[in-house]
């Protein structure tokens, strides 16, 4: 956690490291003006928003030393529509299954845009859902807080239905929300996966319709339901941490314990170290 390098815990890091040096290692981490600094996961490809102090020791009698891959270009980052967009509504196969709303933010969930947070709602409503941690001190940003698809997902913790540190998926912001003209809605806009595109225009209100939700009749657009807002499912918590499909955890484990487990350093992120680790062990 980040939070060692704090101006607070400086001083325990460095006596930490000074430790790992007398104990016979060449200690590596990053630096900014010589100061520890945490890396962020998503500069490295990960589609989420985490920080972590690195720190990595080689054996001296090995004479070799550590240096930390270079961030990957900006349009190499990933979103999390490149990690969960193509999965379906959850359905309960593969992990996809999960927490939807909290019973406390059923009343209040509806007036958050995404993007948005607690601060969206009227200030009687702010009282009413945060009650004493109205009062309290910090940004509080976690309360009531809707994510963005075309934006990194935050920190998936081992509590993913905490109040304090929600991530709500509004299935409105999966999709264009930028308007339909009657001429659009006049006939159908949606091929199947199984099926060819119509013409890609340049136009994105002109863009045929994604395939999810499958069926889509955009003629009974307005008598039809968008599925309502929920948390991320295990399986999008495991994409989010680039973990690949083929890993499941079993009937056995609780749905509890399966959302504690995907909590960790991403995959994608251990692989790059590792990697490079191996690498200069080898060379």
């Known amino acids: 956690m980040y939070g060692i390098i704090s101006k607070k815990h400086l001083p325990f890091f ?25 890396l962020n996961c998503w500069d490295y490809g990960v589609p989420q928003l985490r920080k972590r102090v690195i720190v990595v020791g080689i054996r001296k009698d090995l004479d070799k030393h550590f240096e930390f891959p270079p961030p990957v270009p900006l349009e190499e980052r990933t ?32 007036k958050i ?30 309360f009531l807080r809707k994510i963005l698809f075309d934006q990194p997902a935050y920190t998936i913790t081992s509590t993913m239905n905490g109040k304090n540190n929600a991530q709500i998926i509004d299935n409105q912001d999966k999709y264009y929300t930028g308007g339909y003209s009657p001429r659009y809605k006049s006939r159908n806009r949606q091929k199947q996966w199984h099926e060819p595109s119509f013409t890609i ?38 994409r989010l941490q680039t973990v690949p499909d083929w890993f499941s955890f079993g009937e056995d484990i609780s749905l509890a314990h399966q959302y504690e487990r995907c909590s960790g350093i991403p995959s994608l992120m251990a692989y790059k170290l590792g990697l490079t680790l191996a690498e200069i062990l080898n060379s």
């Open 14 to 38: 460095m006596k930490l490291m000074n430790l790992f040096i007398e104990a016979g290692y060449d200690v590596s981490y990053p630096t900014k003006n010589e100061y520890p600094i945490a």
């Open 79 to 110: 979103t999390i529509r490149d990690a969960i967009g193509d999965l379906p509504c959850p359905d309960g196969k593969n992990n996809h299954q999960g927490y939807g709303i909290r019973k406390d933010e059923i009343p209040y969930v509806d």
């Open 113 to 142: 845009p995404p993007g948005g947070n607690w601060r969206d709602l009227p200030c009687e409503d702010q009282i009413q859902f945060l009650g004493k941690a109205y009062h309290s001190g910090g940004g509080r940003t976690g």
């Open 201 to 238: 225009v340049s136009q994105a209100r002109q863009l045929p319709l994604y395939p999810e939700p499958p069926y889509y009749d955009i003629r009974l657009m307005d008598e039809l339901e968008i599925p309502p807002p929920r948390r991320f499912t295990v399986r999008e918590c495991l």
